[in-house]
């Protein structure tokens, strides 16, 4: 009880030695990073202590609902204050209450923060595979194929990562704009204004202001990653997302977003990339599955590498859900195969539960009303993947998704 009002959780949070702690009312149907943001507000605190505060209430709350869309209002760890910095502790699933800021791995000014992770969501409670705008299939499929009534699959609508801190990516933009050749920079007002007409998605930008934006996504890769944020925004802009994934353009910017984001590059620029590319289905998924090969080999590889890092592994369930959402309907067996194999290979590092849910959807999305796949499925014994994720109760999401699945899959 907080203010006169139930919550599935009341944090108490010491800000200062000597002063009286601060309540933190949290319920598990909301973002923890708007939940974070808004504690700040309140209490008039250091947005550095953003993504803290945010990772307090992820380990620390249970059954929390994750979401790939959301609000701009909610800060990227990569480019907000308090942000992630590529190289530090991998992600921790400890449980432990500690204060997120007097405790062990709190915030200290001057010295690098502990990696965080970046939460996709949004300000609402609504769960975009789960919630009210899902799809509820309404009759069986085919002999040997999945045709129960569920409410997690098949998925019919493409996610996005929509949310960002604009003036923080803005703030980065000039700050890495100082740091590239003299030939690479622009303006800082050109920059900024250019910048944030990229990132409103309601915008018409100018063919000019696009070709602007390609040019900036030539900045060395150490620097680009800001770039990225402002190429992922622009992505969810209808206009934008045409123009830059049109057939002629479509294939040098996925060519060129592969190069950016594969191994070996910095992670932010491999957490970036795949969410770029999760953005880009709506405008045009032809090209996507043209070269889905390269696509999915890339971003699998990268989620093999980076198996403590629950960001890339929920970026990379969420493209691999989209592929399957693109060949739901689609006679393409090889594609289908394709993402079968990648499902398969990203379920066997992913420790996380919402990367485990959205591979249990994709699966699940993939193998409805299709036999073939189903078959394909059972001869790779995929079922005694599924079965180990069948007793997690929290989120009950996984553990009832998985049962269906491995229902099908016997």
């Known amino acids: 009880m907080f203010l006169c009002q139930e919550y599935d959780y ?8 000597g002063k009286p702690p601060l309540k933190l009312p949290y319920n598990i149907t909301e973002d923890p990073w708007f939940v974070a943001q808004k504690f700040l507000n309140d209490n008039e605190l250091s947005q550095a202590f953003l993504e803290q505060v945010a990772n307090f209430i992820t380990e620390n709350a249970e059954g929390v609902t994750l979401q790939a869309t959301g609000s701009n209002d909610i800060a990227d760890p990569f480019t907000g204050s308090g942000r992630y910095i590529p190289g530090t502790a991998p992600y921790s699933t400890s449980t432990d209450q500690l204060d997120p800021f007097t405790g062990t791995g709190r915030y200290i000014p001057g010295s690098a923060p502990p990696q965080g992770a970046l939460i996709p969501g949004s300000q609402g409670t609504t769960d975009p595979l789960t919630g009210k705008s899902r799809y509820i299939p309404g009759s069986g499929g085919d002999a040997g194929s999945i045709g129960t009534e569920n409410q997690f699959f098949p998925k019919t609508t493409y996610l996005k ?7 923080a990516i803005l703030g980065k933009l000039k700050e890495f704009n100082a740091k590239v050749d003299i030939g690479q920079q622009i303006s800082e007002d050109t920059l900024e204004k250019e910048s944030s007409l990229l ?9 000019m202001q696009l070709d602007l934006l390609w040019s900036l996504l030539h900045w060395p890769r150490d620097l680009v990653f800001p770039v990225l944020d402002v190429l992922r925004l622009s992505l969810c802009n209808p206009v934008a997302a045409q123009y830059l994934s049109n057939d002629k353009d479509g294939a040098q910017l996925i060519t060129h977003l592969l190069s950016l984001g594969s191994c070996g ?4 620029n491999q957490l970036l990339v795949c969410r770029s590319l999760c953005n880009m289905f709506d405008a045009n998924v032809d090209l996507l599955l043209t070269l889905r090969g390269e696509v999915m080999t890339c971003v699998v590889r990268c989620a093999e590498k980076l198996v403590n890092n629950r960001n890339m592994l929920i970026a990379v369930a969420t493209l691999l859900l989209n592929y399957s959402v693109a060949l739901n309907s689609s006679t393409d067996t090889e ?12 379920f066997g590092v992913a420790a996380d539960h919402e990367a485990i849910f959205r591979l249990l959807v994709a699966l699940g999305t993939l193998l409805w009303a299709d036999a073939n796949c189903m078959a394909l499925a059972k001869s790779l014994d995929l079922r005694q993947l599924v079965l180990v994720h069948t007793s997690v109760g929290d989120p009950a999401k996984v553990g009832e998704c998985a049962k269906l ?3 099908a899959l016997h």
């Open 10 to 17: 009341v944090f108490s949070i010491d800000v200062e030695e």
């Open 161 to 167: 990562f929509e949310q960002a801190n604009q003036l």
């Open 199 to 207: 990132m409103d998605s309601k915008a018409k930008p100018t063919a």
């Open 265 to 268: 590059n910095p992670m932010a």
């Open 335 to 346: 594609g289908k195969s394709q993402c079968l194999s990648a499902i398969v290979t990203v």
């Open 405 to 407: 699945i491995a229902n």
